[in-house]
């Protein structure tokens, strides 16, 4: 332990990356939508830059019953990405493999009673709200736990990310906001931050500062341990980035362009419900009354049952007064565009359901790219659970063990099985090159056309091990020819 690492102070130990910081204020608005109509009224302060701003002559005492009565939440945002993540999950995980140990990780695959699939979609959901999520395969040697397990760590407790030139993470920051028992009638809480860094000479070691809350505040920190991960030369986090523009900690949330939408949707809506409650009502008017004055301020009329006035002027009225519905009716139509635009976004993003109110012709025009997304997060989450798996292996110091896992790709697409089996069977056979496979499999809606060359050749690697081929992998000329004049006919 050095000198160096005891004596960190507060600022470092609490600091946060550029790229966190940038990250975090993108996906603000997505949490909150998650997290629902009070997140979003607590979001909702009257200032310039909140979800809800004081309208002209609003008073902060309206205002505030305003946000309190007069709104609700029309939460496309988050309907569109449960859909996504369910169509992915539509389908359990394909998991299978011949080692005990490996099937009991499985099955408790983050050491508290969770199997990999329920894991899984609630990382992949928190990955789609947050524009990424993290996991650490963790492995408590000298207790209970006989075997490694996962751990979620949510983008917004991520101080600092840092790699190489070739990609490979040399650094990674966490912190952990926990409670722990200070006698048998109190809690103390706790914020632990953890540095997992690779020296130059590839050795992986883990450095954690403990803090405590007095009412709210953390004064300092003490360095609890450090320790190093014997026989590693990476650290053992996985990420997962549903948009691969910004494999970071600023990465793009996919969902922000509806989440936008929503917001906008969100501050009109209660102009609405604040429009409707006011200029429903008739109001009085008076003319021709002299209001005397009481201490400097002007006397209101008062107005109601069994009340009658006299005045000498014969030009003097009281009227009741109706307001247009001109406003509101305004605002029910962009309320009606906003809501429609919020749908066809979320198409983009979700399998077109029967009672979807798109035409035939958006449902044509959408749907091959909501498939290819799918596809895509799909394609994305199979390949960060394998990296899971192989660590946990590495933990259990049995790297060789053989395992098949697969999630959801056909997300979407009908396909033609006896036409896709022949296309497989004469590839596996090598009888048709890669590039004509792809063209086959194109051919029949099997794969989206925008996919790139990599994720393509990843797939059919997939598949030429898929037990699919097994029904075509022989020598035997008369089934070849039977696959050949199969093949003709897509």
């Not at 940038?22 to 310039?48: C, F, H, I, W, Y």
């Not at 008017?285 to 069994?306: L, T």
């Not at 946990?392 to 697969?406: C, G, Q, R, T, Y």
Request: charged content about 30%.
């Amino acid at each position: 332990m050095s000198e160096e690492i005891t004596s960190v102070s507060k600022e470092e130990i609490e600091a946060r990356s550029k790229r966190a910081n940038v990250g975090s204020g993108k996906r603000q608005l997505l949490r909150n939508l998650r997290d629902g109509e009070d997140a979003m009224r607590a979001m909702s302060t009257g200032k310039p830059n909140s979800y809800l701003p004081l309208e002209p002559n609003e008073t902060k005492e309206a205002f505030d019953i305003r946000v309190k009565h007069k709104t609700s939440l029309n939460n496309s945002t988050s309907k569109s990405v449960k859909d996504m993540v369910t169509s992915v999950f539509e389908k359990e995980i394909l998991f299978e493999t011949e080692d005990e140990d490996l099937k009991r990780i499985i099955e408790n695959f983050n050491g508290a009673g969770e199997d990999l699939n329920s894991w899984a979609e609630s990382w992949m959901m928190d990955a789609s709200f947050n524009g990424a999520a993290y996991a650490l395969v963790n492995f408590d040697k000298g207790t209970t736990k006989e075997d490694p397990y996962c751990i979620e760590i949510d983008a917004e407790d991520v101080h600092n990310i840092r790699k190489n030139k070739k990609g490979k993470m040399t650094l990674f920051k966490y912190e952990v906001n926990t409670t722990e028992p200070k006698s048998d009638f109190a809690d103390i809480d706790v914020k632990y931050v953890y540095v997992y860094k690779v020296s130059e000479t590839n050795i992986v070691t883990v450095t954690t500062y403990k803090g405590i809350y007095e009412e709210g505040v953390i004064e300092n920190y003490n360095f609890e341990s450090e320790t190093t991960l014997a026989g590693w030369t990476e650290i053992p986090i996985v990420e997962l980035y549903p948009e691969t523009r910004s494999k970071n900690l600023d990465a793009d949330c996919p969902y922000s362009d509806i989440a936008l939408k929503n917001l906008v949707h969100w501050k009109n809506n209660s102009l609405y419900h604040s429009l409707v409650n006011t200029a429903s009502r008739p109001f009085i008017f008076g003319s021709g009354f002299k209001q005397k004055s009481r201490n400097g301020k002007e006397n209101k009329i008062p107005f109601g049952i069994k009340v009658m006035y006299t005045t000498e002027d014969p030009n003097a009225k009281i009227s009741w007064v109706q307001a247009d519905n001109n406003s509101s009716d305004m605002i029910i139509k962009l309320l009606d565009k906003l809501e429609m635009e919020m749908e066809v976004l979320g198409s983009e993003f979700i399998s077109i359901s029967g009672n979807s109110k798109m035409t035939a012709t958006e449902v044509n025009t959408t749907s091959a790219d909501t498939n290819a997304r799918a596809t895509k997060y799909s394609t994305q989450l199979e390949k960060a659970l394998i990296r899971i798996v192989n660590f946990m292996l590495k933990w259990k110091k049995k790297e060789s063990v053989e395992f098949d896992l697969m999630t959801n790709k056909n997300i979407g697409v009908t396909v033609d099985v006896e036409k896709y089996n022949a296309i497989m069977g004469m590839f596996a056979a090598g009888l048709i090159s890669a590039e004509h496979c792809r063209m086959l499999l194109k051919a029949i809606d099997y794969l989206p056309q925008d996919w790139t060359e990599e994720e393509i050749t990843l797939l059919l690697e997939k598949a030429e091990e898929d037990s699919l081929n097994s029904l075509i992998q022989t020598e035997d000329e008369a089934v070849k020819n039977e696959t050949v004049e199969a093949i003709t006919e897509v």
